[in-house]
């Protein structure tokens, strides 16, 4: 009898026990998602697509709960969010990178990376270094993307820097390591939000832009600024980072395969943004944008305009270690043409 009664405790014990394990197993995690990014965008439908991708990877287990347009508030707030887990993750711009480790903004340094085959082979080379510098941070860097470029949009024609420093430049209020940049180079810079450009534009607050011909054309500014040259300012660079907390919760079974999706997505998303970048300039130019051009000798005092201020930006708005690893292989790359 004492042998039948403990077969059945322990049977009892191990269903228990089991059945428990089981549940354990099946918990679903929720993934919550900040996005400033409209959802009709590519940004906005690629992180869509990764939502799926998790899904149904997981079968379920993970879900990611996307908030698309800022809902989830500014960078910094989103950044504050993720530090105290309310956030499981964000996508952010190299400002928001910028404040989880410096070294990332300085990819952004006016005229320092000036094309699309440079910004590749320094990510190349220096992606490996910055990713395990968010890691330390405490995060986890899940794709990187190249967002576009910034150029000058204006409402009289800039071909050389002594054109641009005569006039008084908006920039976004977000970025004041920019705009400290350009006030370093010797620019008159006004604070200037998106949706305040046009209102500046109209009272003479701003005489011109430094933005993505997305922005500008999504903002329907272009008819104040009628004037661009294309020169490559800075590469715009983004991300999707998690709360390194929050991927480790993910089981290790599925991480390796949720790697490979967000990899596909940081490769369509660049090819589309080049795609609609072009495709914005194009539509502009119907309505009455012009481009202006800057002559090979003009270009250069762009360039050597940045090498003299340089010695002030480097250990206040830009990293001085990363600027110089990136100096090195840039130099190195141009020397070969």
């Known amino acids: 009898m004492k042998k039948t009664f403990y077969f059945l405790v322990l049977t009892v014990l191990l269903f228990g026990i089991t059945g428990r394990a089981e549940v354990f197993a099946q918990r679903k995690i929720t993934f919550k998602l900040a996005s400033l ?75 320092l990376i000036r094309d699309e085959n440079e910004l590749n082979m320094v990510l190349d080379s220096m992606k490996p270094d910055l990713d395990k510098k968010i890691s330390d941070a405490g995060y986890f860097p899940l794709a990187w993307s190249k967002a576009g ?14 054109e641009l420093k005569r006039l008084k430049i908006g920039s976004n209020p977000e970025e004041p390591a ?11 810079v006004v604070p200037v939000t998106g949706n305040e450009s046009l209102m500046a534009l109209n009272t003479g607050m701003i005489d ?27 590469p715009i660079m983004g991300g999707i980072i998690l709360n390194r907390r929050a991927w480790e919760t993910i089981p290790r079974q599925y991480r390796d395969q949720i790697l490979e999706s967000a990899k596909r997505i940081e490769r ?11 495709e914005a300039v194009t539509t502009m130019t119907r309505y ?38 990136v100096d090195t292989i840039l130099k190195a790359y141009r020397s070969k043409r």
């Open 149 to 162: 470029w910034v150029k000058i949009f204006s409402k009289t024609p800039v071909l050389v820097p002594g």
């Open 37 to 111: 990014v409209p959802e009709n965008t590519p940004w906005g439908i690629k992180l869509k697509e990764m939502s799926e991708d998790w899904k149904r990877i997981t079968n379920g287990q993970v879900e990611l709960v996307v908030y698309h347009n800022g809902v989830a508030g500014s960078e910094a707030d989103t950044i504050r969010k993720l530090r105290l887990n309310q956030l499981q993750g964000a996508v952010l711009t190299s400002f928001g990178m910028n404040q989880l480790t410096p070294e990332i903004l300085t990819l952004s340094c006016p005229f």
């Open 268 to 278: 369509e998303l660049d090819g589309e943004i080049q795609r609609l970048e072009a």
């Open 288 to 325: 009455g944008l012009k481009t202006n051009r800057s002559s090979p000798q003009q270009i250069q005092l762009w360039y050597d305009d940045l090498e003299r201020a340089v010695p002030s930006l480097l250990g206040t708005t830009f990293d001085r270690d990363t600027y110089n690893k």
């Open 178 to 188: 920019m705009i400290q940049a350009f006030k370093t180079i010797g620019y008159s």
């Open 208 to 234: 011109a832009l430094y933005q993505s011909p997305l922005i500008i054309a999504s903002l329907q500014i272009f008819g104040e600024t009628k004037n661009m040259n294309p020169l490559n300012i800075a």
